[in-house]
């Protein structure tokens, strides 16, 4: 049972952090800021297709929409052994121990202390006649100590919470990570299968070109053609061949970088698959930016942090009020270790402390002003994550249609190509034409159908882009006040499907 003078010290407490309270409120605790607009935001994308129902959203599987399992297993490679993301989980980590340290002081503190103590105390201290003799003491103590500062103004859980979402922000910035990582390897793969489709048309080119040169040296053995055709044709036959070495570098700069992506030693590490045409353009729309906000952890992230600037500001708010903290001891003390345990040789005490800052030359109202700096700028850089992640969807979704568009177009110039090449092809050898007109059309052959490979590339590109601006099958739900506040309520009918 607590003594009457600890009651009498718990009543005056209460009391004074009351007062404390209602003029710290009143006057010498800052203010907050008035919350900001929401932001607005469109409705729709200009650049969806608005006659075409929704294709489908990416999810975590998204790889598996391009149809080629030799991605799959290199984004699920990346996914599971690549430094970076190892690195990303370690700061996870970090970011939760933190959090739980801040989660710490909510609870109170107990400690253990014992001590043994010898003393000998010479007789000189309290006779002035000698013979002067030493008196021996011993003093053994066993105890438990329990602290605890009150959280009566929730600063504390302030700080708690702004650890936790800094926490939460690690996790949502490994899944930033892994998406950019994911999508990296993916452009990768399509980089090294356009390379390798590149090295082999131009290959099929120098054959072609060969055969040509073939063709105009016999028709110069017999008057119809002239030195200066061949020369001509030469010279194709050799720009043709030049092209195919830096295709080769390419590929093995695309073999050796996704082999990092893996972590794994580029030496053995091969890309199996021959081309492109294995390959398959997913079909994604999005129609609604709600989705997008849905989708994105950089925006998630950039929430969590404004949320923990946030707690940091209420804290610095909540450190001008005085803080309650109280301390109990309890145990046993004894001149001898034989009776330490008796029950009669304990010695229990209970304190309690208020300290309120009055002069501190400024350092809170510094602290306060420098968190509420840090708020404004983390408010100011979710806003711009969340148009930067408006405008990634609505250029994605324009490149994935303009793609389409233009592989649609370039597969018809390679057609109508082949079809002049081959006409040029017998007409030269009958006779009926000079090899000019024939290497004009030859030359918008090759050139036609390597732009063909790189517009199946961009769109491919495209498609992973969007797939990314979506983010990449990730979902959180911005249900939060700073969400709300600065964005506005989401209803029901704009969210994606679960």
Same mark, same amino acid.
Request: glycine share 6%.
């Given at each position: 049972?607590?003594?009457?003078?600890?009651?009498?010290?718990?009543?005056?407490?209460?009391?004074?952090?009351?007062?404390?309270?209602?003029?710290?409120?009143?006057?010498?605790?800052?203010?907050?800021?008035?919350?900001?607009?929401?932001? @607005?935001?469109?409705?729709?994308?200009?650049?969806?297709?608005?006659?075409?129902?929704?294709?489908?959203?990416?999810?975590?599987?998204?790889?598996?929409?391009?149809?080629?399992?030799?991605?799959?297993?290199?984004?699920?490679?990346?996914?599971?052994?690549?430094?970076?993301?190892?690195?990303?989980?370690?700061?996870?980590?970090?970011?939760?121990?933190?959090?739980?340290?801040?989660?710490?002081?909510?609870?109170?503190?107990?400690?253990?202390?014992?001590?043994?103590?010898?003393?000998?105390?010479?007789?000189?201290?309290?006779?002035?006649?000698?013979?002067?003799?030493?008196?021996?003491?011993?003093?053994?103590?066993?105890?438990?100590?329990?602290?605890?500062?009150?959280?009566?103004?929730?600063?504390?859980?302030?700080?708690?919470?702004?650890?936790?979402?800094?926490?939460?922000?690690?996790?949502?910035?490994?899944?930033?990570?892994?998406?950019?990582?994911?999508?990296?390897?993916?452009?990768?793969?399509?980089?090294?299968?356009?390379?390798?489709?590149?090295?082999?048309?131009?290959?099929?080119?120098?054959?072609?070109?060969?055969?040509?040169?073939?063709?105009?040296?016999?028709?110069?053995?017999?008057?119809?053609?002239?030195?200066?055709?061949?020369?001509?044709?030469?010279?194709?036959?050799?720009?043709?061949?030049?092209?195919?070495?830096?295709?080769?570098?390419?590929?093995?700069?695309?073999?050796?970088?996704?082999?990092?992506?893996?972590?794994?030693?580029?030496?053995?590490?091969?890309?199996?698959?021959?081309?492109?045409?294995?390959?398959?353009?997913?079909?994604?729309?999005?129609?609604?930016?709600?989705?997008?906000?849905?989708?994105?952890?950089?925006?998630?992230?950039?929430?969590?942090?404004?949320?923990?600037?946030?707690?940091?500001?209420?804290?610095?708010?909540?450190?001008?009020?005085?803080?309650?903290?109280?301390?109990?001891?309890?145990?046993?003390?004894?001149?001898?270790?034989?009776?330490?345990?008796?029950?009669?040789?304990?010695?229990?005490?209970?304190?309690?402390?208020?300290?309120?800052?009055?002069?501190?030359?400024?350092?809170? @109202?510094?602290?306060?002003?420098?968190?509420?700096?840090?708020?404004?700028?983390?408010?100011?850089?979710?806003?711009?994550?969340?148009?930067?992640?408006?405008?990634?969807?609505?250029?994605?979704?324009?490149?994935?249609?303009?793609?389409?568009?233009?592989?649609?177009?370039?597969?018809?110039?390679?057609?109508?190509?082949?079809?002049?090449?081959?006409?040029?092809?017998?007409?030269?050898?009958?006779?009926?034409?000079?090899?000019?007109?024939?290497?004009?059309?030859?030359?918008?052959?090759?050139?036609?159908?390597?732009?063909?490979?790189?517009?199946?590339?961009?769109?491919?590109?495209?498609?992973?882009?969007?797939?990314?601006?979506?983010?990449?099958?990730?979902?959180?739900?911005?249900?939060?006040?700073?969400?709300?506040?600065?964005?506005?309520?989401?209803?029901?009918?704009?969210?994606?499907?679960?």
């Amino acid at each position: 049972m607590a003594s009457p003078d600890w009651a009498r010290f718990c009543r005056f407490a209460s009391r004074g952090a009351a007062l404390c309270a209602l003029i710290g409120l009143s006057a010498c605790v800052p203010s907050l800021d008035k919350p900001r607009d929401a932001l @607005s935001l469109p409705k729709a994308f200009d650049s969806a297709d608005q006659g075409k129902s929704e294709q489908g959203q990416p999810d975590s599987e998204w790889p598996k929409l391009f149809h080629a399992k030799e991605l799959d297993t290199i984004v699920q490679g990346t996914a599971a052994a690549n430094p970076d993301l190892e690195a990303a989980t370690a700061r996870i980590a970090e970011a939760e121990a933190r959090a739980a340290s801040f989660r710490a002081p909510l609870v109170p503190g107990v400690d253990f202390a014992g001590a043994g103590q010898r003393t000998s105390t010479p007789s000189s201290l309290t006779s002035d006649q000698p013979p002067f003799s030493s008196t021996d003491a011993n003093l053994f103590s066993l105890g438990l100590t329990a602290s605890y500062t009150l959280d009566v103004w929730g600063r504390l859980r302030s700080l708690a919470h702004a650890s936790e979402a800094s926490a939460e922000a690690s996790h949502y910035d490994y899944e930033a990570l892994a998406i950019g990582l994911k999508a990296s390897a993916a452009q990768t793969y399509f980089t090294a299968l356009a390379a390798k489709d590149r090295i082999r048309v131009h290959q099929d080119n120098v054959r072609l070109a060969t055969q040509i040169l073939d063709a105009i040296r016999a028709r110069m053995s017999v008057g119809t053609a002239s030195a200066l055709d061949v020369a001509e044709q030469e010279s194709i036959v050799a720009t043709q061949k030049a092209t195919i070495p830096p295709l080769e570098q390419q590929l093995v700069q695309s073999r050796v970088s996704l082999a990092v992506l893996n972590g794994l030693p580029p030496e053995g590490f091969k890309v199996k698959a021959s081309g492109l045409d294995g390959v398959t353009v997913p079909e994604i729309a999005a129609n609604v930016p709600s989705t997008l906000l849905l989708r994105r952890p950089d925006l998630a992230s950039a929430e969590a942090n404004l949320r923990s600037a946030e707690a940091n500001v209420e804290a610095a708010r909540m450190a001008f009020l005085p803080t309650v903290s109280l301390t109990a001891k309890n145990g046993v003390e004894s001149r001898n270790l034989s009776t330490l345990l008796r029950s009669d040789t304990t010695n229990p005490g209970l304190t309690g402390d208020i300290t309120a800052p009055i002069f501190d030359g400024g350092s809170l @109202s510094a602290d306060f002003a420098l968190q509420k700096g840090i708020r404004d700028e983390l408010t100011a850089t979710y806003r711009k994550t969340a148009l930067t992640a408006l405008s990634d969807v609505e250029i994605a979704l324009s490149n994935v249609k303009t793609s389409r568009d233009q592989e649609k177009l370039q597969y018809e110039a390679v057609i109508a190509s082949r079809r002049a090449y081959a006409i040029s092809e017998g007409r030269l050898k009958a006779g009926t034409i000079d090899s000019v007109t024939l290497l004009t059309v030859e030359q918008n052959l090759f050139q036609a159908e390597d732009a063909l490979i790189t517009a199946r590339l961009a769109r491919l590109s495209a498609a992973l882009s969007l797939i990314q601006a979506l983010g990449g099958g990730f979902a959180v739900q911005p249900t939060s006040p700073v969400a709300q506040r600065l964005f506005g309520p989401v209803s029901e009918e704009m969210r994606p499907p679960q």
